[in-house]
């Protein structure tokens, strides 16, 4: 498995759906940060439109960047997620934003 994937990709292999959501886009993105926490990610910066999140593998230590970024207007978050070596991933990126995907919509948005 390649070790990125996005929601504006346009290699089908790498693409990812974006995050769509209905109502405030400050609640959706607050709910997206917590989402984020709870699956054990490092918010590193917050600058709306984007945000930056890294995960640490627990075995080996590596590091996957994801960033984020809102659109507003079309209701959506665009979703990147790579690791910074290698070309393989072995599918971690995909499954973690998967999760992301079905925990932020199954999530509650709070203000």
Request: with cysteine; aromatic share 12%; charged share 25%.
């Amino acid at each position: 498995m390649y070790a990125c994937v996005s929601s504006e990709s346009l290699n089908e292999s790498w693409r990812v759906s974006p995050l769509a959501f209905a109502g405030s886009p400050s609640k959706a993105w607050k709910t997206l940060q917590k989402v984020l926490l709870g699956m054990d990610g490092k918010i590193e910066s917050v600058d709306v439109p984007f945000l930056h999140v890294t995960f640490r593998s627990r075995l080996f230590g590596f590091v996957d960047d994801l960033t984020c970024r809102l659109d507003e207007g079309k209701k959506l978050i665009h979703i990147r997620s790579a690791a910074r070596t290698g070309y393989w991933d072995f599918g971690v990126n995909r499954k973690r934003m998967e999760e992301l995907q079905r925990q932020f919509s199954s999530s509650p948005f709070e203000e």
